[in-house]
Each structure stands twice: as structure tokens, then as C-alpha cells.
């Protein structure tokens, strides 16, 4: 492919483009792209995110929507930089990507009550982002990056650009936040927290495509879900709820971990459901959770969050999620 290109590259005017037109979700893939670029003496100037599928009850799921149309240019420039600094700047075109698409979501949803862009489709807009950052650079940490493009790889290596690439596809996760809870919080999460409360948002929504868990699994870093997993049917997975989790949902080596706000929230709503008396699991949630009085808000969101997304669901664990919701929030301090 870098001969391919690089042959193309040659016979390319100076102010000549090139187009390409990609679709793919591995990481991997895409970091193979900046090497073919970079190893061609291309660098990418823009990238137009293009709605290329219609969405129809045939055609729901956790695929990408839309197809990148890359801009690529010869690279005339020699840049240096190193990677404290590139991440800053992936991470701030990262975020300059993401909010326009986003604004794009809002304006058509207005209009024709749908979104363009599903959350697949940002995570990808994440790594075209990188992309652009990272193939403006001839050096990085002072290794020539055309060079190291022509190397030859090891299996299972991981390179450079693949851990920036990475990077910049978790930074795109970052505003992937589901309806009903604050930015703010969604940062404070861990990967398994996420993936859980992301996964009930697209359970709501209606069945939910095996793949959709193994993507976000993948992007949030869960690298063994199955413990909190009803089922995995390949066209109708769903989450455990917090009474099929049951007292697996307190023990130290649950995913969750053991400070995790979600998953005492889930104790606390499978024991309500159970019958147990809502102060004595007001009373436990105090003790367990260290510094109570600063994490209580927090709690609330993710049990409102909880009743919210079960009440389709499962009606009798969302009641139990806004019984318990209701005693926190009017609860004697």
C-alpha cells in the first residue's frame, strides 16, 4: 500500500489532492492508515464525515453510518514535535470534531426528530482526528516517521502511533455521555461503570446487536464483561439487572471495583426490590461509601439514571430505583 500510494504521490502535482474514501472501528486499522500516509510523503488536510446509510428498522444496530472522505495532500513542511505536546493537540481536534458533529445531531434532530451520527460514528471521528494531527509531523520523540513507516513490524507490536491513536479515540469517548447524566460524572467513571450505563442507554432504545457490547466493551477497555451479562444472543444481548447481579453486585472482584458508586447503586436498589426496609439500605449506602455527604449527589444521579432507563425494561426494578431515589433525596442529614 505505501508503494501504491508513494507511486501516486510522485506523479501528483504540487498542489495536487488526494482523495480517499475509508470506513472502518479498529484502532488498528486506522493507525495502519497513518503509517501508509506518512510512509508515502502525504499528510492529511481534511476529512468530511459523509451520512451514507439510511436508518430503517433493517438497519439499526451499533454499525458506522457514514464514510470518511480523507483530503490528503504532499507534505512540503518539516515539523518536529514531541508527544506531551501532540496529545494536546489530537485532544483538542479531537474535541473541535466531535462537537461539530454533535451540532449536527441537534439541528437534524430538531428538524426531523433523528440523529445523524450514532455514537460509532464519533468514535471513528475520533481517529480521523488523529489522523490529521499526527501526519502534519515528519519527526516525533526525534524518530523520522517516514522511516519508521517502512519498518518492518513484529506481530502483535505496538507502536507509537498506535497508542496516539488509541489516545485519541478515548478522548472521543469522553463525550459519547448518555442521556440523563451530567458530563462531569461520566468523567469520574471507570471503563466498566461506563460501558454498564452506556449499554442501558442502547438497551432502551430497543434491542440491543451483540457487536454494539463487544465495540464499547473494547473502546471502554472492559476486557472480561461476561459477569455482567444476562445474555449475549447475537441479535438481543442484554446487562444483568441489579437483581440478577444480586450479591455479586457487592463482591471486591466485580468489574465495577470496589469504590464504585455504580455498584453500590445497584446493591442498594436489588436489596428495596427484595423488600428489605429502604433506611436500612439508606444506612449501609452510608457506610460503605466513603466520604457520603460529597458522593450523595452523585449517587442520586446514577439511581434517577437507573430508574429512568429500567422503567421500559424491567417496571418493577425501576420502582424499586425511584423508592430508593426518593429516600436519598429526602433523607435527614
Known amino acids: 500500500m505505501i508503494e501504491t500510494y508513494r507511486s501516486m504521490t510522485e506523479h501528483l502535482s504540487d498542489n495536487g489532492l488526494q482523495i480517499v474514501q475509508f470506513t472502518h472501528q479498529d484502532a488498528k486499522t486506522w493507525s495502519d ?12 488536510v481534511q476529512d468530511w464525515y459523509v451520512s451514507t446509510e439510511t436508518v430503517t428498522e433493517l438497519k439499526k444496530g451499533g454499525y458506522v453510518q457514514g464514510t470518511h472522505i480523507i483530503v490528503l495532500r504532499k507534505r512540503h513542511s518539516e515539523q518536529s514535535g514531541y508527544t506531551d505536546e501532540i496529545v ?29 451520527f450514532n455514537d460509532a460514528d464519533l468514535q471513528m471521528a475520533g481517529y480521523a482526528a488523529a489522523l490529521r494531527v499526527l501526519t502534519s509531523y515528519t519527526k516525533i520523540d526525534g524518530i523520522d516517521m517516514t522511516r519508521e513507516a517502512l519498518r518492518p513490524r513484529k506481530k502483535g507490536e505496538k507502536t507509537l502511533v498506535d497508542e496516539l491513536t488509541e489516545f485519541a479515540v478515548q478522548t472521543a469517548n469522553e463525550f459519547l455521555v448518555p442521556d440523563g447524566l451530567e458530563r462531569e460524572l461520566w468523567l469520574q467513571l471507570n471503563g466498566a461503570e461506563r460501558f454498564y450505563l452506556k449499554m442501558m442507554d442502547i438497551e432502551e432504545a430497543g434491542e440491543a446487536k451483540l457487536d454494539q457490547f463487544q465495540n464499547f466493551a473494547k473502546a471502554f477497555r472492559v476486557g472480561d464483561y461476561d459477569d455482567l451479562m444476562a445474555s449475549k444472543s ?23 471495583g470496589r ?48 430508574a429512568t432507563k429500567r422503567a421500559r425494561t424491567d417496571p418493577e426494578e425501576a420502582s424499586a430505583a425511584r423508592i430508593l431515589g426518593t429516600a436519598i433525596q429526602t433523607e435527614r442529614i
Open 234 to 256: 447475537p441479535n438481543n444481548a442484554r446487562l444483568k439487572t441489579a437483581k440478577g447481579l444480586g450479591r455479586s453486585a457487592m463482591a471486591e472482584g466485580v468489574q465495577f
Open 88 to 116: 494536546h493537540e489530537i485532544r483538542e481536534e479531537v474535541e473541535r470534531q466531535i462537537k461539530d458533529m454533535i451540532g449536527l445531531n441537534d439541528q437534524t434532530d430538531a428538524a426531523r426528530g433523528e440523529n445523524i
Open 33 to 44: 492508515m497513518a503509517q501508509i500516509f506518512w510512509g508515502a510523503g502525504l499528510q492529511v
Open 259 to 306: 469504590d464504585s458508586i455504580a455498584r453500590l447503586a445497584l446493591r442498594g436498589i436489588w436489596r428495596v426490590d427484595k423488600g428489605d426496609e429502604v433506611e436500612d439500605v439508606l444506612e449501609e449506602l452510608r457506610d460503605l461509601i466513603s466520604d457520603y455527604l460529597r458522593q450523595r449527589d452523585t449517587l442520586l444521579q446514577i439511581v434517577a439514571y437507573l
